[in-house]
T-cell receptor, first 114, second 110 residues
Framework: KAGVTQTPRYLIKTRGQQVTLSCSPISGHRSVSWYQQTPGQGLQFLFE???????NKGNFPGRFSGRQFSNSRSEMNVSTLELGDSALYLCASSPLRGANEKLFFGSGTQLSVL | GDSVTQMEGPVTLSEEAFLTINCTYTATGYPSLFWYVQYPGEGLQLLLKATKADDKGSNKGFEATYRKETTSFHLEKGSVQVSDSAVYFC?????????FGGGTRLMVKP
């Protein structure tokens, strides 16, 4: 059974650009969550999608957005990139809603903003 | 708000030494508690969890007990191996999202 797949693995962008990251959950999993990992702030929750609807959102500005498709694949978008957006973005999937379920994490997308 | 505090690393141990990584939390209500592990270049993996007071989570020789009276969930292992070298994250679930501690890097030397 394939794990959570995140693409691309690495990205380099410049300030002001926008970026789209992709996450394919484990087959049969309907919940996808996104987390940002930085050395300074650690791991922070961005949002959760379930059945194509955003169910929960962390404390991030509106420049961070996401969506989920009918096949449960999810994308997150960051517009007007800032240097501070440089981070490892992790996606996690689970069969059902909620963080009490075992979350399966992908290897992440490392975003560098220059 | 909810928060998790972990001991800062790195923690450097010799193989077969005893491991303790401290974790305390602040939360309203009765959150579920987790330990996740991150190996180099990989995402996080759930190591163990406990969902109510006095529960003990265990996996691969690691253990942690949910202590409501001290709001703690310390991770222990009796004999560490080089392959245990990784970053360990304590986390709680409140409001259907995980709140993580800052992570503790463990380095085990042969």
């Amino acid at each position: 059974k394939a794990g959570v797949t995140q693409t691309p693995r690495y990205l380099i962008k410049t300030r002001g650009q926008q970026v789209t990251l992709s996450c394919s959950p484990i087959s049969g999993h309907r919940s996808v969550s996104w987390y940002q990992q930085t050395p300074g702030q650690g791991l922070q929750f961005l949002f959760e999608y379930f059945s194509e609807t955003q169910r929960n959102k962390g404390n991030f500005p509106g420049r961070f957005s996401g969506r989920q498709f009918s096949n449960s694949r999810s994308e997150m978008n960051v517009s007007t990139l800032e240097l501070g957006d440089s981070a490892l973005y992790l996606c996690a999937s689970s069969p059902l809603r909620g963080a009490n379920e075992k979350l399966f994490f992908g290897s992440g997308t490392q975003l560098s903003v220059l | 708000g909810d928060s998790v505090t972990q001991m800062e690393g790195p923690v450097t141990l010799s193989e077969e030494a005893f491991l303790t990584i401290n974790c305390t939390y602040t939360a309203t209500g009765y959150p579920s508690l987790f330990w996740y592990v991150q190996y180099p270049g990989e995402g996080l993996q759930l190591l163990l969890k406990a969902t109510k007071a006095d529960d003990k989570g265990s996996n691969k020789g690691f253990e942690a007990t949910y202590r409501k009276e001290t709001t703690s969930f310390h991770l222990e292992k009796g004999s560490v191996q080089v392959s245990d070298s990784a970053v360990y994250f304590c986390a709680l679930n409140a409001g259907n999202m995980l709140t993580f501690g800052g992570g503790t890097r463990l380095m085990v030397k042969p």
